[in-house]
């Protein structure tokens, strides 16, 4: 009898992505009702030393696999030690991120577990014992709510959009052994190219300023720069700008760029097509400066100033200023 | 070389999306229906190595009778045969369902490489392309950005938060395409003429000797969660605007 919400958590280089305290206290929230235990799956080399941090969010049990083939993160040695203790202890839940590598892994894991699962959930509950999982569809235009007939149930959230929510137990640490044979391992990270140091990525960031065809041109971004700077953003771009050259493709937010979920999206010169909206839609607040009254962007965002961005955003950033002073 | 690339017939992006008053899925009146944008990488992709190593493509696609429309285009950008799964019982399948589906039909045929898109822009699920991999017991690399193979290897740039990873993998495996990974080539009018007469066999669950066990259902189709009407901040001048700007997303919103 699948008894059991389980998260897989995420590390990187020896420390917790947020996501792994979002997904921690969503589960605690969803075993709380279902009366049942906590467990997380911690995969890595050299990474003892922070399991039982998941308590601080509510796990009751960490199962820990420490070895040197699990680092960097792969594919083949991921997924072969998460399912083999999936399959050993039956969870009735099975929660990751929708993160990169939280995608990647989960899919991966579906196969392997012959399972169902909702893909970058908004939100999750119970309804008569089962997981019902909440998720956009058509780029954010629909959404469906997904139930799973086998077990694990699993779902991968959104970050940034599930709360992590303080807890404090001890969790009762428990190493397993991943079962790993290198012979299986058919991928290998060859090189890590980080981006420009210091930046906080687009998926990641808790304010994001970004500039649409507005900006008329690449030169123009400086301002855009400079209010990042001062109120702690990271810049995005519409597909318009990217497309122009103006920006990096990594810098895209929308359907075919990233999907972001910051506490504040602050939109500069773009309309607000619903291929943008797809990705930054479930954002806390939305500000859209625009000198078009018409644009669409208006009709999400929750304040908007109708006027020419060159003489706002510079305004802004001195107002920011002050009161951040 | 044996290269396979799976494609999926998707509403058009522009595409008004209606639910149905019942819940129970999408009005499909009207919709224009094109080659998802992602799986166009993988085509394309497919193609610059039958030009590069020589060999041929193989489309793939799980749909009804108007999918065979997405793989004539495939076929018109210049691949070389068709596999179309088409079956009524495939209706509401879920990811491990399409997948299984997909994988016997591959299985039938040899295959070095596969591509997928990384995602259908339609359920946005992500999922189907890994599940294949592990159908056929090959590697995967999913959002890839560059290829290139030496050998019996494959080398790509998979982009992850705040960096880029190069991965090698042994062959076969099975990639998935994000943008920016090619420029897929419009089909010319040459290669929609040579498309009709290229082989499409069509397949059924029957013929594919699977069963269809669908686990994960969607049980209720909703529109997008409504948005309490926003603001819109009058002021004198510009600089007014911006300070009553700053003031609410201090004070109001408490974000800054």
Known sequence: MAKGVWIVAEQRYGAYRKISFELASTARKLADQLGEEVGAVLLGSGIEGIAGELGKYGVDKVYIADNALLEPYTTDAHAAAVARLVKEKDPSILL????????????????????????????????????????????????????????????????????????????????????????????????????????????????????????????????????????????????????????????????????????????????????????????????????????????????GIVDDLFKIVPELTKEVKKLLA | MNIVACVKQVPDTETLIKVKPDGSGIDEVGIKWVMNPYDEFGVEEALKLKEKFGGDVTIVSLGPARALETIRTALAMGADKGIHISDPAFDGADAYTVANALATAIKSIPHDII?????????????????????????????????????????????????????????????????????????????????????????????????????????????????????????????????????LLREEAKVI
């Open chain 2, 115 to 247: 591509f997928c898109g990384q995602r259908a822009i339609d359920d946005d699920s992500g999922q189907v392309g890994a599940i294949v991999a592990e159908f056929l017991n090959i590697p995967q690399v999913t959002l890839v950005t560059k290829v290139d193979i030496e050998g019996a290897s494959i080398k790509v740039i998979r982009p992850i938060e705040g960096a880029q990873l190069l991965i090698e993998s042994s062959l076969p495996c099975l990639v998935t395409a994000q943008k920016g990974l090619n420029e897929p080539r419009y089909a010319s009018l040459p290669g929609i003429m040579k498309a009709k007469k290229k082989p499409v066999d069509v397949k059924d669950a029957a013929a594919l000797s699977i069963s269809i066990d669908v686990k994960a259902k969607i049980a209720k189709t909703l529109p997008p969660p409504a948005r309490p009407p926003g603001k819109i901040i009058c002021g004198e001048d510009p600089a007014e605007k911006a300070r009553e700007l700053a003031r």
């Open chain 1, 96 to 303: 990751l991120g929708a993160s990169v590598q939280g995608k990647d892994l989960s899919a991966r894991l579906v196969g392997k577990l012959a399972t169902g699962m909702a893909t970058d959930c908004v939100d999750v509950k119970i309804v008569d014992g089962k997981l019902l999982a909440l998720r956009p569809m058509y780029a954010g235009k629909c959404y469906g709510e997904v139930v799973t007939s086998s077990f694990p149930q699993m779902a991968s959230l959104r970050p940034n959009v599930f709360p992590a929510v303080e807890n404090s137990k001890t969790p009762e640490v428990i190493k397993f052994d991943p079962g790993l044979d290198p012979g299986q391992l058919k991928t290998k990270v060859l090189e890590v190219q980080k981006d420009t140091a210091g930046k906080v990525d687009l998926t990641e960031a808790n304010i994001i300023v970004s500039g649409g065809r507005g900006m008329k041109g690449p030169e123009n971004y400086v301002i855009i720069e400079e209010l990042a700077d001062v109120i702690g953003a990271t810049v995005g771009a519409s597909r318009a700008a990217v497309d122009a050259g103006w920006r990096p493709q990594k810098d895209q937010v929308g359907q075919t760029g990233k999907v972001v979920s910051p506490n504040l999206y602050i939109a500069c010169g773009i309309s607000g097509a619903i291929q943008h909206l797809a990705g930054m839609g479930t954002s806390k607040y939305i500000v859209a400066i625009n000198k078009d009254p018409d644009a669409p962007i208006f009709a999400r965002a929750d304040y």
